[in-house]
């Protein structure tokens, strides 16, 4: 079977059985279980499965966010080609905030030849990135975590003590990501983490969202912010044509541009 007909043979068992498993997926489809693994994030991140331990069930919008491992590895590359773009926009002797995010974690990855930064993060995968940075030489900078209680699921602190610290900073500019955008509003999932990405974008000159095109036009548990909020939108599609006008700017990863590896984006001005 290809994908697409073991995407199919998972859904059609979930109708005629609460949990479909891992295991026995990969024995009926002769396939290794890292395989279904993969289909079944894919279909949970369309909204077709929940994932549960070992397995999965029939989707459920109440299901809590997908674990930040399974997230890191889907659309992968648009969301490297976005944090690229990102990147691009950090000067020498920038003060920046970066949120928890799957897109956000790869800004680190981008940087080369850039002096004098301070990170201020909630995220521990991203302040783990940057200091490889300044390790490799890419980058001089100082990364300060915020205080708070963990989400291992996330590899995230949040709480009361991550908002008010965040409080009395000056960012020069916030990398956020979400869980959903709307041309109305920006969601995500935790409500303590949305606290601290809100804050964020409070105590920044610019707030610079990054997200896939899978997020548009889906909310999810908690509204981050008006879009209004935003200073840019990083993408790696256009902007919905359907959007309301906005004085925020629409930068989109160009198509063409992934064949030959080169990743500048493109601005779509609110016409």
Known sequence: MNKNQRHYFI????????????TELASCLEVTPETIRRDLAELE???????VHGGAAAFSSGEKEMVYARKLSLHLEEKKQIARIAAGMIQDGDT?????????VHIADML????????VTNSLSAA????????????????????GVTNPYQLS??????????????????FLSCGGLTHEAVFDFDIEESLVSEMMMKRSREA????????????SLFEIAPISNLSYIICDQEKPVDWQQNR?????VDPSSRKDGNHEGRLSYPS
């Open 11 to 22: 859904l059609e068992q979930l109708q005629k059985q609460e949990r479909v498993w891992v």
């Open 45 to 51: 991140m369309n909204e077709k499965v929940s994932r």
């Open 96 to 104: 920046i905030g970066v949120d928890v995010g799957t897109t956000t």
């Open 112 to 119: 080369e030849d850039v002096h004098s930064l301070t990170i």
């Open 128 to 147: 783990n990135r940057f200091n490889l940075a300044i390790e490799e030489g890419r980058i001089t900078a100082e990364v300060i975590m915020l205080p």
């Open 157 to 174: 602190v949040k709480g009361m003590y991550t908002v008010e610290l965040l409080r009395r900073f000056n960012l020069n500019k916030s």
């Open 208 to 219: 610079v969202l990054l997200t896939d095109s899978s997020k548009l036009n889906k909310k």
């Open 248 to 252: 925020y700017e629409w930068i989109s």
